[in-house]
């Protein structure tokens, strides 16, 4: 069964603090970090990722970008993010596809989850997020612990006293 998630892309903005905030600043870094998150996301999930949003708040109407191998979809003209939302659902959602919308528009809430699609609202993605982030650190520790043990055949002590002193710059 292949995941599919379609995130709301100012819904999200508009809802998780740190972009919230980073919004009022500037909504371009906004958009970009969200992004990235949503890229490390699909890497860490293996579920594809399309964040849409509305073209009103950038030049460029109605285009389709690929940035950090997911797609990043801005409406068309006339258009809304919900709209092109309940689109998607219809042109992905089958037998063997999952659409998962994250959105916290109750409204947009209804719609989906009565095309068949789950809804995530944006705490849960924010929540989800931390846990990816968390995995993610988790893994490169321990990569980098592996790469410790197969590169010097000596005990742990050893070579935590070794990557001491290299931290320490002995």
Do not use: C
Not at 66 to 80: A, F, P, Q, S
Not at 116 to 135: D, N, P, Q, T, W
Request: net charge negative.
């Amino acid at each position: 069964m292949k995941d599919v998630l379609l995130v709301d892309g100012y819904n999200i903005i508009g809802d998780w603090p740190e972009l919230k905030e980073l919004r009022e600043k500037d909504l371009a870094q906004a958009r970009d970090l969200l992004i990235e998150k949503m890229a490390e996301y699909q890497a860490f999930k293996g579920w594809e990722v399309k964040v849409i949003f509305d073209a009103h708040m950038v030049p460029g109407v109605g285009k389709k970008y690929l940035n950090y191998r997911i797609d990043v979809v801005y409406t068309r003209e006339n258009e809304t993010a919900d709209e092109r939302i309940e689109k998607l659902v219809r042109e992905i959602k089958n037998v063997e596809t999952r659409v998962h919308v994250a959105t916290s528009d109750y409204a947009e809430q209804s719609l989906i989850f009565g095309s068949g699609a789950l809804r995530k609202s944006a705490r849960e993605l924010r929540i989800e997020m931390e846990l990816v982030e968390e995995g993610i650190s988790r893994q490169v520790q321990e990569t980098k612990e592996r790469r410790i043990e197969t590169k010097l055949p000596i005990s742990k002590e050893i070579a935590e006293i070794f990557d001491k002193w290299r931290r320490e710059g002995r």
